[in-house]
């Protein structure tokens, strides 16, 4: 129980991921062959290892902005239904060997229309990518549920169109929506309608806040826009006055006493944030106070292509840097299950059923 998590434990561990863009998780093997079978000539290079290793180094480039410039690759190979199928069909294959039980991923099916395909057939074509992965993974003894939430780009103006396309897909998988792309200058409150009309649906959105813009985002996020989670949100630190290595005199202001008197879910994500900036370090990231504040902090991959890493990953990077025990990756897990847009039963079964057991197995199953 005292013995420190190895990545090996880390990974047989029932892991949730609830912020995972499935175009920022292709494998670099597969971008070559569809860039291929497209005739995309733009790509850095055709060698796998040396593109894998061209999006870690691309992507570590200290501006969210300039993070985004590398999904120009990823997008213009995914334009097709059979792209769109196969990207998705070994998504769920890799969190599945990760070790994941239940997964949130999204995308935006407006830069999917380029080959000629209609926001429907995006959606379909991934969902249909979704459940072939799901049977591939069940073949190999591995139980694993995958859920949709649709992104629109803060940049364009067709929010409300996806929103409506996750009302229409509630049924079949997808379980909410998300505002993504450069946060500067592209306030929540610029879809305000869109976030307006899906809870008036009873429907579920998150949005990425707090990242490369500070507290206004977040407000808005939560008091214009109703937003159930938040992406990121790391910089609610920014409404939290310095408190000592005991956290002794840590004053929460306004906002940041609000989204944690509500256990807002935070959908953290160490190794993007410290490659976008929004962190100056793993060692110097927000999660550690707001962790040991009780913040409701869940723990991301965001883009594993662009991070070169899993979940797992990211856990054993957190008890490396910060001493994490099990009952710390405990509590992150637990929360990403309760914050998850799946229903409370399926929410219930997956805590009580696979991750409860799962970690006490993993913290007292040698002894
Ligand atoms: O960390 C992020 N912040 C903001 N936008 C992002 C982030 N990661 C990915 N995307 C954007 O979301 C789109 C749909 O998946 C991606 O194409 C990318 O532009
Ligand atoms: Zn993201």
Redesign the pocket.
């Known amino acids: 129980m005292d013995a420190k998590p190895t990545l090996e434990q880390i990974r047989r561990a029932p892991k949730v991921l609830l912020h995972d863009?499935?175009?920022?998780g292709l494998r670099p093997q597969t971008i070559v062959e569809l860039a291929d079978a497209a005739g995309y000539t733009d790509l850095p290079t055709d060698d796998p290892e040396e593109l894998g290793a061209w999006f870690v180094a691309a992507a570590n480039s200290g501006s969210?902005e300039r993070?985004?410039e590398t999904?120009r690759h990823t997008?213009a190979v995914m334009q097709t239904r059979e792209a769109l199928e196969r990207v998705a069909a070994e998504c769920v294959e890799d969190l599945a060997a990760d070790g994941i039980v239940y997964a949130e991923v999204?995308?935006?099916p407006e830069?999917h229309l380029r080959g000629g395909l209609r926001l429907e057939e995006v959606v379909e074509a991934v969902q249909a990518g979704f459940a072939e992965g799901v049977r591939r993974v069940a073949h190999r003894g591995a139980v694993i549920q995958v859920r949709t939430l649709l992104?629109a780009?803060r940049q364009a103006a067709r929010s409300r169109e996806i929103a409506e396309l996750v009302v229409r897909y509630r049924d079949e998988g997808v379980v909410g929506f998300d505002l993504?792309?450069?946060?500067a200058g592209f306030p929540p409150s610029r879809h305000v309608d869109a976030c307006t009309y899906l809870r008036q649906q009873n429907a579920y959105l998150t949005i990425?806040a707090g990242?490369?813009s500070g507290l206004p985002s977040i407000w808005e996020a939560l008091q214009w826009c109703g937003a159930d989670r938040i992406?990121?949100g790391v910089r609610v630190v920014e409404d939290i006055e310095a408190a000592d290595e005991h956290l002794h005199g840590a004053r929460l202001g306004r906002l940041a006493s609000y989204v944690r008197d509500k256990q807002i879910p935070l959908e953290i994500?160490p190794s993007?944030n410290v490659q976008?900036g929004a962190a100056p370090s793993l060692e110097a990231h927000p999660i550690h106070l707001l962790h040991r504040l009780r913040f409701r902090v869940t723990v991301n991959t965001?883009?594993r292509l662009l991070g070169g890493i899993t979940l797992s990953d990211e856990f054993a990077a957190l008890v490396d840097t910060f001493g994490y025990g099990w009952d710390d990756l405990e509590s992150f897990t637990v929360n990403a299950m309760k914050s998850a847009f799946a229903s409370f039963d399926e929410r219930l079964v997956l805590v009580n059923g696979r991750i409860k057991p799962g970690f006490a197995q993993l913290k007292w199953g040698g002894r």
């Open positions: 863009h499935l175009d920022g969210l993070y985004l999904f997008v999204r995308y935006a830069q992104t780009m993504a792309g450069p946060e990425h990242e490369a992406g990121h994500c993007s976008t965001d883009n």
